[in-house]
């Protein structure tokens, strides 16, 4: 809680002197990134800040209920409004990400408006990018870390909506509560969620129970294509461009299936390959169990980074070629 207390206090003189505030999450944000973006939108609108978030691409729409005011927008959907918004501004947040790398094109606009940064954030090893940091790789998600930042600052501010964004963050980067980061701390942060009046059963549906029928299917072409790497403990899946057109991909639609693998049996690693359509790169999640580091993996081989547990990185090679070299990384890690 100290950290807590000593960074609240420094934001909070920051923001006595200004009156526009920006917050970015990353790009293809998730519930997470874009929970913290809420409730902290929304806190600070209490504040009396003028508050604008913006998104460095439009969400996937299981996302879409999240979103409900008029002062979100994306910077790929509305480039110019968004450098108004950023010219108006005084300070900025940065929520959910350690490197400008994770917000894509929008970093060179913020380089240009050179504005103190915020950042608050729980990836390992991050980038010095901002002016005041609050960093807890420690921390299951960043919705639990601003929460406490919001309750030290004013608790009374918090309201229903605000409590209704933290949960959707906390659930799902804690994959429901289940992840070793998953404290007694964040249970209790949950149990002052409940005495705002969050209706969880509702949260759980929106965020899990929302497959259209295609997505449906596409799991079940990703549980068929499913491979093991013998003797290793790991399996991999590949989605082909053929296979997502079939199934009517959209963006988010494939959102949890890497974590189906880590349900079999003796299985630590988990991994899915996505080839994008219309860039020529092939999108990669790691996830993996106990001490087997998947964020060293990520940015050793692929290009990135995350969590020990969950990660992700990116391929230009072909599938053909990704798929060897990923297996030969994988004997190379676990030294065979
Ligand atoms: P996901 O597999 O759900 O896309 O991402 C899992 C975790 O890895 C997230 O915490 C995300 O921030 C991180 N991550 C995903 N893709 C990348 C990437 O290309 N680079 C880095 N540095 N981190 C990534
Ligand atoms: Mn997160």
Not at 48 to 76: A, C, F, H, Q
Not at 278 to 306: L, P, T
């Amino acid at each position: 809680m100290h950290m807590y207390l000593e960074f609240s206090q420094q934001l909070n003189k920051i923001l006595s002197g200004i009156s526009n505030c920006i917050i970015i999450p990353h790009k293809n944000p998730d519930a997470d990134a874009l929970g913290s973006s809420m409730a902290l939108y929304i806190f600070l609108s209490k504040l009396g800040k003028k508050t604008k978030i913006i998104l460095p691409n439009s969400p996937p729409d299981y996302l879409d209920w999240m979103i409900k005011e008029r002062s979100v927008i994306s910077y790929e959907n509305s480039p110019e409004k968004t450098r108004r918004y950023l010219l108006d501004s005084q300070i900025i947040f940065t929520l959910d990400f350690n490197s400008m790398k994770r917000i894509g094109a929008l970093s060179k606009e913020i380089d240009n408006i050179n504005r103190p940064l915020i950042m608050i954030d729980h990836h390992e090893s991050p980038e010095k990018f901002s002016n005041l940091f609050l960093s807890k790789p420690e921390i299951g998600s960043t919705c639990e870390i601003v929460y406490n930042v919001m309750k030290s600052i004013n608790d009374k501010l918090i309201d229903n909506e605000i409590a209704t964004y933290i949960y959707s963050g906390i659930l799902t980067d804690t994959g429901s509560f289940r992840y070793p980061l998953t404290t007694g701390d964040t249970h209790k942060i949950i149990s002052e969620l409940f005495k705002k009046g969050i209706n969880h059963t509702k949260i759980h549906e929106r965020i899990y129970d929302n497959f259209t029928f295609e997505k449906a299917h596409l799991l079940s072409v990703t549980l068929k294509n499913l491979k093991k790497i013998d003797n290793l403990g790991v399996v991999y899946t590949i989605l082909k461009k053929e296979e997502l057109e079939k199934y009517n991909f959209k963006k988010g639609d494939t959102e949890g299936f890497v974590n189906f693998g880590l349900r079999i049996q003796g299985i630590l690693v988990s991994v899915i390959f996505i080839e994008q359509s219309g860039e020529d790169i092939i999108k990669i999640s790691f996830r993996s169990k106990k001490n087997i580091d998947v964020n060293k993996f990520a940015k050793k081989y692929f290009n990135g980074g995350g969590h020990k547990n969950a990660s992700g990185g990116f391929s230009n090679d072909s599938i053909l070629e990704t798929e060897k070299k990923f297996i030969s990384s994988m004997n190379e890690f676990f030294g065979i």
